[in-house]
């Protein structure tokens, strides 16, 4: 714990100049506007936010909330939530003295943490007072754990009061890493727990839905890919081709691909290409499109989330690389509620997908997937294990 300390006291310069350059150095310091005692909860960036939404919103209910994350994006996109009671910031640097002062604003009583921000300062200050949400940890970061730092991980562990992870494999791995058996709380995927939105589609669908194709959450790499792929996905009765980039400010470089439409310059989406280069209306795309495409499962990435596709009943197709969501692509995959493919032959796959392909590829997906989405017994948990 020590070096961990001094390393990051090293490093300590370089963390003011990133955030000079890019914002929110008040707030990363502990400072900015302060905000209503009650809960913290902190996610990394727009993923794990986004997927503990519905969580936020339930908890907020009772008492006010703080969130934290690490990007100006994930924070922009909480303010945009408009959650009565809960107010975004980013998060301090986990120094002891620019926590001490963040908590001395805040006054928070408790933390919870989504996914796997594992940051020993953050997790020791607030020991007994912790709990993680949607928890999850790779057998090679676990591996690195018990490596290089034993006796810290488990002295972070010991304070977790309650800890929900997202797979049994995770939560093998916590335990073997000391946290105390009897703090686990059943596991939970987060992403499971949609929160639909019913706003009005901000202009009329370019066609009926099964004509629409959505790429989601897609990383360089995907959209070549996919515009490869788009031709004999038109043959196959596609009509519209909606691109939605993981990180909207790669918009530029996505247009330079092929000829579209894009929402950050006000288009509106018709028949062809169009890219949906903004931030906070994923539903929107999901509401308008038949199929969509799991992005970052083509190159590496792990993939992204199939829970909000087949919430909006949107049938699902990805790639082969479906690390950070393993047992629930195998299981949708399994039941016939996925369509798995190459990046060679996504173009005959898509063909494949007619209208009633569709229909049963969404039917069974929303049928497996809505039998782990209840929140109820984690809330219950939660208000229990935290003081």
């Known amino acids: 714990m020590i070096l961990y300390r001094l390393l990051l006291t090293l490093i300590f310069p370089l963390l003011v100049l990133q955030a000079l350059r890019k914002g929110g150095l008040g707030e990363r310091l502990g400072g900015g506007a302060a905000s209503p005692p009650g809960l913290w909860v902190h996610g990394a960036s727009v993923g794990e936010l986004t997927s503990a939404r519905g969580l936020i919103t339930a908890l907020a209910a009772d008492e006010p909330i703080v969130v934290t994350c690490n990007t100006a994006t994930a924070r922009a996109m909480v303010q945009g939530w408009a959650i009565p009671g809960v107010q975004a910031r980013f998060a301090p640097f986990d120094l002891r003295w620019c926590l001490a002062r963040f908590r001395r604003r805040h006054q928070p009583r408790a933390l919870i943490l989504i996914e796997s921000e594992l940051w020993p300062n953050r997790m020791l200050a607030m020991a007994g007072h912790l709990a993680m949400v949607g928890a999850r940890i790779s057998e090679g970061s676990a591996a690195g754990w018990a490596r290089r730092a034993p006796g810290l991980i488990r002295q972070m562990l010991s304070g977790v009061t309650c800890l929900s992870a997202q797979d049994q494999a995770s939560a093998a791995r916590f335990t073997a890493l000391g946290l105390p058996p009897d703090r686990l709380a059943p596991s939970l995927m987060l992403k499971t ?5 019913t706003r009005p589609l901000p202009f009329e669908p370019p066609g009926p839905r099964d004509t629409c194709l959505l790429a989601a959450s897609t990383h360089p790499g995907d959209e070549a890919l996919i515009l490869a792929a788009w031709p004999t996905a038109q043959t196959a009765g596609f009509e519209t081709l909606i691109l939605a980039p993981r990180h909207p400010e790669r918009g530029d470089a996505i247009a330079q691909l092929a000829p579209m439409a894009r929402r950050s310059k006000g288009d509106v989406a018709t ?19 038949g199929t969509t495409i799991i992005g970052g499962s083509f190159t590496d990435r792990g993939g992204h989330t199939p829970y909000e596709p087949a919430a909006y009943g949107s049938a699902i197709l990805h790639g082969p690389d479906t690390a950070n969501f393993s047992e629930v692509f195998a299981a949708l995959d399994s039941a016939n509620a996925a369509l798995a493919t190459t990046a060679e032959n996504l173009g005959p796959t898509l063909a494949q997908l007619t209208s009633a392909r569709q229909a049963a590829l969404r039917q069974a997906a929303q049928s497996l997937l809505a039998e782990t989405a209840d929140l109820g017994p984690l809330l219950d948990r939660l208000r229990r294990a935290l003081p």
């Open 193 to 197: 727990a949609v929160s639909l939105q």
């Open 271 to 289: 028949k062809g290409v169009y890219l949906a280069d903004t931030l906070g209306e994923m539903d929107y795309w999901y509401r308008m499109a």
